[in-house]
Every structure is written in structure tokens, then in C-alpha cells.
């Protein structure tokens, strides 16, 4: 046990010693956090130009629901002449007129609201068509989702409306979670992953580079005290780095699980740190240049953050790419963090720490089988 | 400069011997390529047809009229026919978005002129996801009364297109992912080039050779030049005959890669220059990307998200090489400013990035 400690210390001291692999390590995480932010502000709102052309009554609805839509749009209410310019600059995405005899054509049934949209993906101009449609929407069915669905022996009451369709929308939750926390959330896996595969990959590396393997293969340490060793001080290198920013983001509120859930948080973040520790040992012995190590690792860590949900929803995948993310670890520490973070009870998350251990282990093993190779 | 000329030329021969031995860094730039690729192709994925459970109930016309409306309603569902059970069971595990449920008596109801109560469930763990379907709804009813012409409608949207026809989301990214994994490749080649100098203390030799340093830093940018195109080639390759999206202006597509890579090169070298190590650079330039792709109008026009991003988006050169690789791609353009000014800015930022190379590397490397 006290060479496993010895090895541990020793590889704690060197990777403290060592900024170049730590910079290396937090780098990536922290420009995906950035990148979380900037979406933020780039996914919510687009802006829209309104041109209002008629004075009447229905005019002004129209145009306070659109004001209103403050979720949806960023409005600038201007002239034509202006929101053509706007539109042409790329100020705005989309130009909406309520035409000239708007109320007379309401009058008549057959109004129309008009928009120009710059279609350049389906992202942005989809949203826009959407938070249109809603509009048009409640303009002829302003009570559209005021109707309450009959539950549990007691009575609904549907309001009539003209496209005699009515919304009961169930919320499966109190409240949403904003999509900075949902998107951070894996972020904190990424940096989990990220420290603890450079972590193990470069102590390997370096061992080759400098030569020090030789000592270790000349040290009276047992094959598995010396692989035990190496996991544990990168562990204890993950969780330095770790463990400071999952109380940050706890203080700050984005880390908040229910009642009772801390446990099988703390639980997927470890048995990932692990998993990721044990395939940083096995990348370290098997790549053994510190230049592949770090590129590498990079593209490793990558790949399992995206493969596995990080920043995506499997549920949004084709099957097939679904298939694949069940053969990615990492897909179980995400599906488990936010079953932990986000949904009142933990289904599934002792079957996502029993794969994600499994893989730990089998990753341990080859790790074992690699380095113990080049130790002796 | 002959002699230089000489220098340079068989410096980058020995960079490009140095590439040969190092197989597996090369072949991981080439793997570092294609994965911006495929990274951003999963977030794409992400942007639309939320997987929305559909218990159907009823199977008249009215109610297929509807679920085609829900599937016409602008990307925004992936219908999966299932029963209440099932839908309930996929929800709770996260795999479904939303349930609609169109009742049994859908179609007798609205022909009779009564207004039908649609129960949909929102799994609304995330803000973004469930706002996009609370707005989705809505916009398949309204396509719904309009295309059955019941009375009391008084109000349609009419859309004018600028474009003439839509562009998914994956091809729009996957053009401006270009820029980025040039950024990439390039900036970790070039890095790379000059760390192996500082690291195997051969920088020494390169200062005591008998030409000028900068001969010789040349002929060894050149050659990481020279591999980042052939990675570049290959990223290029994988969008046109992977994804199928072919660039509309094929020379301006070329002259774009060419303008990006030796510019990214040059500043892989500085950021190998001021680091010395090898360690950070592929970490750097990674983690870079990731937020310069989002602040150069990877998603859509930087200038639609407002005047201090757009004004950020300039602080990069990559703002201007995915404008001019959209629009050899697609035909767009992306930014206010024209094609023209864009290639301008794109050169000017070249110049800038070969004198500031040229000045890191005269204090870091020739002086020191």
C-alpha cells in the first residue's frame, strides 16, 4: 500500500510541477464554457424589424403581441424604407409589415401579415417562422391555450377558437432549467475527462521521454502497485482540479441537485474521473510522446464529450449514431449527471455507474497490461 | 540570398522528414481534420426535429391533415407513432421531448365545428429545446385552419424569401467548420514546428547557422504548410463527397484555404514561439476554436446577434475566412460587409500575422 502511495505522491508532485499539462488540460473545457456563453446570448432572441403601415385597432394588436413577444423577438419598429436598410446591413433577420388596409382586410377575413426573411440556415429563420406562426396565432385565437384538460373525475372546460384546435400542455417539471446550466453541466464532465485523460496520458509520457521508466523498472515495485499508483495520483490530479469547480458552481447555484441527490452525483463524477484516469495510464503507455499524448488526448476527450451527449441529445441522433453512444462510456456519465441534476428521481443512474465502472475497468486493465509491458 | 533560398529550401525538407517519422502526430492532425467536422455535425443535429412522441388515436383525414401540418411545422419535430405507455416510459428517460396526443373523437369534433383539446407533455428540462416546441405547436394549428379553411381566420402569414431556397443547418455549419479545422491543423502544425526546436535545444543550431534564422523557420512553416493543405484537402474531400455539399465557386473555395492556411500556420508558429512547449498547443488551439467558432458566424450572420459580439467577431481573422468560404460554398454572404471587402481583410490579416511572426520570431528565436 505504501508504494501504491509513494508512486501516487510522486505523480501528484510531478503533475503539480508541471503547468504546460495543466494548461493543456483546462484549456479545452474552458473554451467550451465560453463557447456556452456566447450561445447563450446568440440562441435566444432574433432581430426583427416591424414596419407598421396601418393606423387601425387590429393593427395595433397584431403589433402589441409582436412587441410583446420579447422571448422571441428583438424588435426594432421602424419605417420600410429603414428596415430594408436594416435588412441589408444584416441588423436584422427578418422585416414584418402589417400592410396598408390591414384592418379592412381583417374586416374581410383574408388579412395578411408579411415578412421578408433572410433564409440563410434553417436554424435561425425556422425560429422566426415559428414565433410568426404563434403570432398569427393568437391574433385569431388570443385565448389559444387557456383551456384546462378534464382530470381525475373532475370537469375540462375548452375554450372555443377559430382553427378549433386548443393546447393542455403538461409540464413534466416545476421549472425549466435555463440553457447555460443544462449546457454547463457537461462542461464540468469535460473538464472531469479532460484533466483526468492528460493527467494519466502525460505522467506516462513523460516517464518515456525523460527516461525516469528505467528507475521505475529498476524500483522494488510490484507491476499493479506501480499501475495502482499512477491512477491514483492522477485521480488525485483530476480531483485538484475538479473538486474547486464543482464547488464554484455550487455556490453560484448552476450545481443543484434535489434533496438526496448529491451521493449519485458525486458518484458519476467520480466513476467518470476514474474511467477517464484509467484511459489517460492506457493513451501514456501506449503513445509514449508527449506531442501525440496531449493531441491525442484532446481528440479523445473530445469525441467522448460529444459521442456521449455533451452538448448534444442522443435523442436527437439517428438510430444508428444512438447504437454507436451506447459503446461510449461517457454517454452513461452524462445521462447519470443530468438524471442526478435535473429529474426529481434516479432512474437509471446505478445501471450508468455499473457501465461506467465496467468500462473503468476494462480500460484499467488494458492500462495494466500496456504499462506493466513497458515497466518490465 | 541564394544561399538563403538553398537554406529554406532544405529546411522544410527536414521538416518534412521530421512529419515523416512522426507518423502517428500526423495522422492525428488528419483525425484532428475531419473531428471539428463531425463535432459540429452533432450539434447540428441537435438544432431541430425534436424526437416528439405522436399517439395517435385517431386515424380519420382530418387528423392525418394535422399530423402532416406537424410535420411540415419548419424542422421542428421527429414524430415517433408509439402508445401512451411507451411515450410515458421514453419521456421519464429522457428520450423523447414532448408527446402529442390527438384524441379519439379529433375528427368528428372539428368537423362538427367543436375546438379539440390536444394534450401534449413537455419534458421541459431545457429552456431552449422546449421554447422552440411551445412555439412549433401553435404554428402546425395555424397551418392546420388555414389549409382546411375554417371560417373565422381572418389573419395569414405570407413569407418572402432573400434566398431562394432553404439551407440545412449541418451544411451551413459544416462550410464554416472548414475555417476553424484550417485554424486548427494549421495553428497546431506550425506550433509544433518551432516547439521541437526549443524542446531538443536545436534551436541553438538554428541561430548559428551560416544564413539569416529566418531562411530556415521559413522552409520549416513551409513544409507544415505544405501537410496542412493535405489535411485540409482531406477535410474539403469529406464535405464534398461526404456530405454531399459541393462549393459553387470551386477556385474561390482554393484561394479561401490557400489565404487560411499559411495565416494559421504563421500564428501556430508565434503561439509555439511565446510557449516553447508542445504540451498546451493542441489544448490551445482546441479550446480557441471552440468559442472563435461561435464568435466568427459559424451559426448564422454574427451581425444578428448584436453589435458587441459582431464588433468581437472582428478581433479574429476567422470572421472574414468563413464569410468567404460561405460564400464559395453557397453562394452567401454572410456579413455586411462584401465578398470583396471580406478577401481585403482577409489579406490584410495575413500580412499582419507574417510581420508579427516575423517579430516573435526575431526576439524569441534569432536574438535569444
Known amino acids: 500500500m505504501s508504494a501504491v502511495l509513494t508512486v501516487a505522491r510522486l505523480d501528484l508532485a510531478v503533475w503539480r510541477r508541471s503547468p504546460w499539462a495543466i494548461l493543456a488540460a483546462v484549456i479545452p473545457p474552458i473554451g467550451m464554457f465560453v463557447l456556452v456563453k456566447v450561445l447563450t446570448l446568440s440562441v ?41 436598410q436594416l435588412l441589408d446591413k444584416q441588423r436584422v433577420a427578418a ?45 385569431d385565437a388570443p385565448q389559444l391555450g387557456s383551456s384546462v384538460e378534464g382530470r381525475a373525475g373532475a370537469r375540462g372546460l ?39 485523460v492528460l493527467g494519466g496520458a502525460l505522467l506516462g509520457s513523460r516517464d518515456h521521454e525523460r527516461g525516469t521508466i528505467v528507475f521505475l523498472r529498476q524500483a522494488p515495485l510490484a507491476r499493479t502497485a506501480f499501475v495502482a499508483g499512477r491512477l491514483l495520483g492522477a485521480l488525485l490530479a483530476t480531483a485538484a482540479i475538479t473538486v474547486p469547480a464543482v464547488a464554484y458552481l455550487t455556490v453560484k447555484g448552476v450545481v443543484h441537485p ?113 504499462l506493466g509491458r513497458s515497466v518490465r | 540570398v541564394a544561399d538563403g533560398l538553398r537554406a529554406l529550401r532544405a529546411s522544410a525538407r527536414a521538416e518534412l522528414e521530421q512529419l515523416r517519422h512522426s507518423r502517428v502526430l500526423v495522422a492525428l492532425v488528419f483525425v484532428e481534420a475531419i473531428t471539428f467536422l463531425v463535432l459540429v455535425s452533432l450539434f447540428g443535429l441537435t438544432g431541430s426535429r425534436a424526437p416528439t412522441a405522436l399517439i395517435q388515436l385517431d ?17 421542428s419535430f421527429s414524430l415517433r407513432p408509439m402508445s ?34 390536444l394534450p401534449v407533455t413537455v419534458d421541459n428540462v431545457n429552456a431552449d429545446l422546449d421554447g422552440d416546441l411551445r412555439e412549433a405547436v401553435p404554428s402546425a394549428i395555424t397551418r392546420f385552419g388555414e389549409v382546411n379553411h375554417f371560417p373565422g381566420i381572418r389573419l395569414r402569414p405570407v413569407e418572402h424569401d432573400l434566398i431562394d431556397h432553404d439551407t440545412g443547418y449541418i451544411p451551413y455549419l459544416i462550410v464554416s467548420a472548414l475555417a476553424l479545422t484550417a485554424f486548427v491543423v494549421a495553428g497546431i502544425l506550425g506550433a509544433v514546428a518551432i516547439t521541437r526546436e526549443f524542446e531538443r535545444r536545436t534551436v541553438t543550431q538554428l541561430r548559428l547557422a551560416p544564413v539569416h534564422t529566418g531562411y530556415l523557420v521559413a522552409g520549416k512553416l513551409l513544409a507544415a504548410t505544405v501537410v496542412s493543405v493535405l489535411a485540409m484537402a482531406f477535410a474539403v474531400g469529406l464535405v464534398v463527397f461526404g456530405y454531399g455539399v459541393a462549393p459553387r465557386h470551386p477556385a474561390a473555395t482554393l484561394g ?18 511565446l510557449l516553447r512547449h508542445t504540451l498546451p498547443v493542441a489544448g490551445l488551439f482546441f479550446g480557441l476554436a471552440l468559442p472563435l467558432y461561435i464568435d466568427s458566424g459559424a451559426l448564422e450572420p454574427l451581425r444578428f446577434d448584436g453589435d458587441k459580439i459582431w464588433a468581437i467577431g472582428h478581433s479574429s481573422p476567422v470572421y472574414s475566412a468563413i464569410a468567404v468560404i460561405e460564400w464559395a460554398f453557397h453562394g452567401f454572404v454572410v456579413t455586411p460587409e462584401s465578398l470583396g471587402q ?27
Not at chain 1, 161 to 185: C, G, K, M, P, W
Not at chain 1, 269 to 292: D, E, I, M, N, P
Not at chain 2, 59 to 75: D, K, M, N, T
Not at chain 2, 347 to 365: N, P
Request: charged share 15%.
Open chain 1, 158 to 196: 375548452v375554450v372555443p377558437n377559430a382553427y378549433r384546435l386548443d393546447i393542455a400542455e403538461h409540464d413534466l417539471r416545476t421549472t425549466d432549467v435555463s440553457f447555460e446550466t443544462y449546457q454547463t453541466l457537461p462542461v464540468l464532465l469535460l473538464l472531469v475527462l479532460s484533466t483526468g
Open chain 2, 342 to 368: 471580406n478577401v481585403l481583410q482577409l489579406c490584410a490579416w495575413s500580412l499582419a500575422c507574417a510581420l508579427v511572426t516575423a517579430a516573435v520570431m526575431q526576439r524569441r528565436v534569432v536574438q535569444r
Open chain 1, 44 to 84: 435566444t432572441v432574433q432581430p426583427v424589424a416591424l414596419v407598421i403601415q396601418d393606423p387601425g385597432p387590429q393593427a395595433q394588436v397584431v403589433s402589441h403581441f409582436i412587441e410583446n413577444d420579447t422571448d422571441s423577438y428583438q424588435l426594432f419598429v421602424t419605417s420600410m424604407k429603414r428596415a430594408q
Open chain 1, 95 to 139: 422585416v414584418i409589415v402589417i400592410p396598408k388596409g390591414f384592418d379592412a382586410a381583417v374586416a374581410s377575413g383574408h388579412a395578411v401579415l408579411d415578412y421578408t426573411l433572410n433564409n440563410t440556415d434553417i436554424d435561425f429563420a425556422d425560429d422566426i417562422r415559428r414565433s410568426i406562426d404563434r403570432t398569427v396565432a393568437e391574433f
Open chain 1, 258 to 370: 434535489p434533496p438526496g441527490h448529491w451521493p449519485a452525483f458525486l458518484g458519476v463524477l467520480g466513476a467518470t474521473a476514474f474511467f477517464a484516469a484509467a484511459l489517460g495510464v492506457l493513451l501514456g503507455a501506449a503513445l509514449r510522446r508527449s506531442t501525440t499524448v496531449a493531441l491525442a488526448g484532446v481528440i479523445v476527450a473530445s469525441y467522448l464529450f460529444f459521442l456521449g451527449g455533451g452538448f448534444t441529445t442522443i435523442a436527437f441522433l439517428p438510430r444508428w449514431l444512438q447504437h454507436v453512444s451506447r459503446l461510449v462510456p461517457t454517454r452513461y456519465g452524462i445521462d447519470g449527471m443530468r438524471q442526478a441534476l435535473f429529474y426529481t428521481d434516479l432512474h437509471g443512474v446505478q445501471t450508468d455507474l455499473l457501465v461506467l465502472g465496467g468500462f473503468a475497468l476494462g480500460t484499467l486493465a488494458a492500462g495494466v497490461a500496456v
Open chain 2, 59 to 75: 386515424h380519420g383525414p382530418l387528423a392525418r391533415s394535422f399530423v402532416e401540418q406537424l410535420e411540415q411545422a419548419h424542422h
Open chain 2, 256 to 273: 479561401a484555404i490557400a489565404l487560411c492556411v499559411p495565416m494559421f500556420t504563421c500564428l501556430g508558429a508565434c503561439a509555439g514561439a
Open chain 2, 84 to 117: 401512451a405507455a411507451q411515450a410515458k416510459q421514453q419521456l421519464a428517460q429522457g428520450k423523447l421531448v414532448a408527446s402529442i396526443t390527438i384524441p379519439r373523437n379529433f375528427g368528428s369534433a372539428i368537423s362538427s365545428g367543436r375546438t379539440v383539446l
